[in-house]
């Protein structure tokens, strides 16, 4: 069973950048589509983004032009890079596989994946 390990979150001032990481610990990375979700205190988990096994990105419109998604088929690992960081982003912040025989498909609703990490934390203070 392939695990997922979220890495790089923690306190950040407004405006800084953040790169979180999340490595699979085994299996065939390359067949995985991936995502990236985040849960704020109080709410309802959201999707982030997007990558296809192909290399192909969707994001949500809240974080589009701010996060960019992008993946390392040979490391294993899936990175969301975070830039102009706002207060509104602070949530914890998990990454999602599924395996698909597409190489372009994007999963956007959380039930479409099947394997998830543990989450990481990410604070941004004013």
């Known amino acids: 069973q392939v695990q997922l390990v979220e890495s790089g979150g923690g306190l950040v001032q407004a405006g800084d950048s953040l790169r979180l990481s999340c490595a699979a610990s085994s299996g065939t990375f390359s067949r995985y589509a991936m995502g990236w979700f985040r849960q704020a205190s109080g709410k309802e988990r959201e999707f982030v983004g997007g990558i296809s096994r192909s290399g192909g990105t969707f994001y949500a419109d809240s974080v589009k032009g701010q996060f960019t998604i992008s993946r390392d088929n040979a490391k294993g690992t899936v990175y969301l890079q975070m830039d102009s960081l706002k207060l509104e982003d602070t949530a914890v912040y998990y990454c999602?596989?599924?395996?698909?025989?597409?190489?372009?498909?994007?999963?956007?609703?959380?039930?479409?994946?099947?394997?998830w990490g543990q989450g990481t934390q990410v604070t941004v203070s004013s």
């Open positions: 999602a596989a599924e395996a698909t025989s597409s190489r372009i498909l994007i999963y956007t609703q959380q039930r479409q994946y099947h394997l």
